[in-house]
Structure formats: C-alpha cells, structure tokens
C-alpha cells in the first residue's frame, strides 16, 4: 500500500469509528467506504479522498449556490477571522454583520427589513415562530399560540421546527410542540381534492381558512409554508395560492411566515420564491444559499409591522439569544457570496439553466417508471412511480428507489434520489453537465427497469 493510500485509509477508519453521520444507517455505514468522504470541490464537481470525481447535482443539500472553491470567500472569512472572529450576539453586533442586515434589507422581497441572524435553517424556523408567538402575545393575544403547518413539508429537525416538519416521527420523539396542525399543501400531479391546476390550489388556500376558523382565529399565531417545497415534492403552486394566504392570515391576525431556507438566493430563478408568488410574508426565513453553504449562517427576517411591537414596548426585547447569532466570520461569508451572486449575474443565470434543465429532464417522461417531471428554477425533480397511469406511488424505500439511488451514486452523480430524483446543481452549472447529470439518471433508470421490472407496473 502506498503512504498517500495508507493516510486515506487511515481517514476512513475514523470516519466509521468516530463520526455520526446524519441519517446513515449503519448497514451502509459499516461496509468499507460506504460513508463518503469529500475531500475537495469546484463549481459543480466534488472529489473524494480516492479521487473519483462526482457532479454534484443538489448543490451539497440545496446549499452552495455559487458553486464549491470560491476562494474570493475563503479569503473574505480569513480577513474577518484576523480582525475578529466572534463578538458576543447579546447586546452587540459587528460590521460585517450590520452590512448584511442592510443589504438583506435591500434584496429581500417588499419590505422585509429587519435580521435576526441565527447558525441554520432550524434556528431561522425556531425563531420565527417564537417572533410570531411573542408578537402575538405583545398585540394582547397571549392566547395565540397555535401554528398551521403542511403536510408534506419540512422545516428542520430541532424540537420545534421538527414539530411543523410533516415526516416527524412520533414513535421517537413525541410528544411534540403542543398546538400543531398539518392542512393538505398544493400538488398538481395527486391533487387531495381532485382538482386539477389553481383550482386545487385555491382549494388549499381555502383549507387553511378553514383551520384558522376551526382552530379559533384567536388561538392561531402564525402558518408557516416552504413557497415552493422541496420536501413535499417540488409542487410548483399558482401565485394566487400565496396571495390567497397573505389575505387569509391578514383577515384573520395571523402572521404569515415563508420558509425560504432552500428556495432563496436565486435557486427558483429569482433571489426569493416569494417574488414570483406575488406577496410579502411577515417574516421569511432563510440559511443554505446565504452563505452558499462557506459558513453555518441563517436569518429570520421581519417585516416593519412585526418589529414595531418592539419599538412600541420598548423596554421589552425577544425571550430568544442564540450564542452564534450574527457570527462576524459568517456574515463576512454572506456578503461576499450574495457580492458574487451579484456581479455574475448567478441568478438570471440560474434561471436560463433552469429552463435547459427542465427541456432535458422532459426527455425522461418516456422511461415506464417516470411518472412526472416537474420544478422551477433549479429545482427540478423527476417522480418515480409504480403506475403511470394511475399516479401510484413509489415507497423512498421500495427496492426500485435505493437500487436507483446507487446507480447514480456509482455512477458518479450525487443527489437525493427516493421516490423523487433531485435535480438543484449549483446556478454556476454548465450546460454540459447538467446533459452529463440527466444522462446518468437515464442511463441509471434503464438499467434499474430492466433488473426491477417486477416492482414497476409501467
Ligand atoms: C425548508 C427548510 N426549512 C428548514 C430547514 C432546516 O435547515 P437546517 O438543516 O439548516 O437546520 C430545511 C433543511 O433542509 C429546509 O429545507
């Protein structure tokens, strides 16, 4: 065995040992190499410690927007780092950290205006529900506690974001955040009320009405949705979804909140989702894409309206201090990612590869298990299916998908493939690779077809 051979073996033996890697099972885990270990990435492509090459096509997990080894950001983080590295969130701030909280304000949609600037995805969603909580509490609502979720969707996995996360598992980790309900989202392809297009989706829009009504309007604190949502498989609604909520919650004194953690920065072919919805949440949360995955860093962005309470009260401040809030390092990281995106015009980039992406994965409605194609922007997926006709579902632990889900592994693509297989590369991705990445999604369902054809019914 070479040295160099003898050191990667040696990494590999403690990443089995010693790392606990998220929702691995040990199964996989256990087999030699089977946890992945990156070692370095450019653009759209990660390299591993053996040197294989990979495209990465869901942007590490919906996160590095501009594409891996921008060294224009390590070298900002490395001149914050030497100037200073951490200044305590209570009670301060730092420069890099004011800059970002302005700029936020100046791209994100209407007037969102005011960052609470926490270490992820999970954080921003914690703390945008415990805004909605107090604010409600400071107008004289202490009684509105109560939050309307979707199914389908996700918004993290901390204890109370898990609780609006609609694949929770109580089995585990129940009880859960007390006054939850999950309402049927949009979906165009298996509609809950049989209804095809808008219609459906104002269907939905008028769901969650109803729950504001059933649960007691004077009871509800806030509905939270992802504008488009990944999870609950990238069902693209019709604006007037949006803006049905808007004037739902309005009508009703709930705060609305959008959850933007994967949609933002330019992944859905505009900087926010919301924007092409047509209405302005009152707070958005956001993490991945800000700092394109450089630094740990999300926010939860307030509108004027939200933060007016605590002008109004002013010897009152948010129950809420998160010891990485704001981190000098990450909003340095930010800035520079959101400069970039800027100069090189990422995101009107990202939405012309979008529409690239989207013509090629049409090619792929004619394998007998690809029931739909469906996305926005870059973020596409393919549904595979076990009846195209009738629209039945795949299980993501169906035989059929994790055989899929290694075979593009394999072959060199990584993404999530369950019943959906993920398309979301970085907005720097090239027209070539993405013909390379759907030319291993077809090639790997050819191959699964053939040997699993029991399990499909065509
Ligand atoms: C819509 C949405 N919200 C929240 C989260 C949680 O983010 P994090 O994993 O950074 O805590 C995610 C993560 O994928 C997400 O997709």
Redesign the pocket.
């Known amino acids: 065995m070479t040295s160099l051979a003898f050191v990667k073996k040696a990494v590999a033996e403690k990443a089995k040992d010693h790392v606990w890697p998220h929702q691995l099972p040990w199964t996989v885990q256990a087999e030699d190499d089977g946890l992945t270990i990156f070692e370095s990435g450019k653009n759209s492509t990660l390299t591993d410690v053996h040197g294989k090459e990979y495209l990465d096509g869901i942007s590490g997990?919906w996160v590095v927007n501009v594409g891996h080894g921008r060294v224009e950001i390590a070298e900002a983080m490395a001149e914050q780092a030497k100037k200073l590295a951490y200044v305590s969130a209570v009670g301060f701030t730092n420069e890099p950290a004011a800059h970002l909280a302005h700029k936020l304000s100046e791209i994100t949609p209407g007037d969102l205006s005011r960052s609470y600037m926490v270490s992820?995805?999970?954080?921003a969603?914690e703390t945008a529900i415990k805004i909605a909580k107090q604010v409600q509490a400071m107008r004289g609502f202490p009684r509105r506690y109560k939050v309307i979720a979707r199914r389908g969707s996700?918004?993290?996995?901390t204890h109370g974001?898990m609780s609006l996360t609609a694949s929770r598992e109580e089995k585990w980790f129940g009880p859960f955040m007390y006054g939850v309900s999950h309402v049927p989202a949009p979906n165009h392809y298996r509609n809950d009320f049989g209804l095809e297009g808008e219609a459906g989706d104002i269907m939905a829009a008028k769901y969650v009405e109803q729950e504001i009504i059933n649960q007691g309007p004077e009871t509800v604190a806030c509905v939270i949705g992802?504008p488009v949502s990944?999870?609950a498989g990238i069902h693209v609604p019709s604006p007037k979804y949006w803006q049905m909520l808007r004037e739902i919650c309005d009508r009703h004194g709930v705060i609305l909140i959008a959850?933007e953690?994967?949609n933002g920065f330019g992944r859905t072919g505009t900087m926010f989702c919301m924007e092409q919805m047509g209405a302005t949440p009152d707070i958005m949360?956001v993490?991945?894409g800000l700092t394109s995955g450089y630094m740990p860093m999300?926010a939860a962005i307030a509108s004027p309206k939200i933060f007016a309470e605590f002008e109004n009260q002013p010897e009152i401040s948010m129950g809420h201090l998160l010891t990485f809030g704001g981190h000098a390092v990450a909003a340095a990281a930010a800035l520079k990612n959101i400069e970039i995106m800027e100069e090189e015009n990422l995101v009107q980039r990202g939405a012309e590869m979008g529409v690239y992406l989207r013509e090629q994965l049409e090619g792929l409605r004619s394998h007998p298990s690809v029931g739909d194609v469906r996305g926005i922007g870059l973020l596409q997926g393919i549904e595979v299916v076990k009846n195209k006709e009738k629209k039945t579902p795949l299980n993501k632990t169906d035989k059929f998908c994790t055989e899929l889900g290694k075979k593009v592994f394999e072959k060199g693509l990584v993404t999530r493939t369950w019943n959906i297989v993920h398309f979301a590369p970085p907005l720097v991705v090239t027209t070539d690779e993405i013909d390379r990445m759907v030319a291993i999604v077809d090639e790997a369902l050819t191959e699964t077809e053939r040997e699993f054809q029991h399990e499909i019914e065509g």
């Open positions: 997990l992820g995805g999970s954080e969603v996700y918004h993290g996995m974001a992802e990944s999870a959850d953690v994967i949360t993490a991945k999300g």
